[in-house]
Nanobody, 122 residues
Framework: QVQLVESGGGLVQAGGSLRLSCAAS????????MGWFRQAPGKEREFVAR????????YYPDSVKDRFTISRDNSKNTVYLQMNSLKPEDTAVYFC???????????????WGQGTQVTVSS
């Protein structure tokens, strides 16, 4: 079993930056594909970024590409999401997720954190 705990959310002005962290328990972190998703009020949970087990293989939707960067440190069992040039529409609860399929779909992730709130003011 893997437990994921996110941190780093908060309130930031438009144009600002935040870095989210997700710490994983268990010894299987390096075998997981890790992703970040977000969910705004009244909307479905959507894919934000994912990173493969090793190497520079990262994926983003157009809405965050060139603004967000996902990275991981397998020695620390931690995945990060650096968010720059934040916009009010980035406001959501951000979830860390881990799984074994290289996919954007929430159905491909078996492990989820509890989420951290990110609020971007205009």
């Amino acid at each position: 079993q893997v437990q994921l705990v996110e941190s780093g959310g908060g309130l930031v002005q438009a144009g600002g930056s935040l870095r989210l962290s997700c710490a994983a328990s268990g010894r299987t972190f390096s075998s997981l594909i890790m992703g970040w998703f977000r969910q705004a009020p009244g909307k479905e949970r959507e894919f934000v970024a994912r990173i493969r087990r090793s190497g520079p293989y990262t994926y983003y939707p157009d809405s965050v590409k060139d603004r967000f960067t996902i990275s991981r440190d397998n020695s620390k069992n931690t995945v990060y999401l650096q968010m720059n040039s934040l916009k009010p529409e980035d406001t959501a609860v951000y979830f860390c997720a881990g799984g074994y399929a290289n996919t954007d779909s929430i159905n491909g992730y078996a492990y989820w954190g509890q989420g951290t709130q990110v609020t971007v003011s205009s």
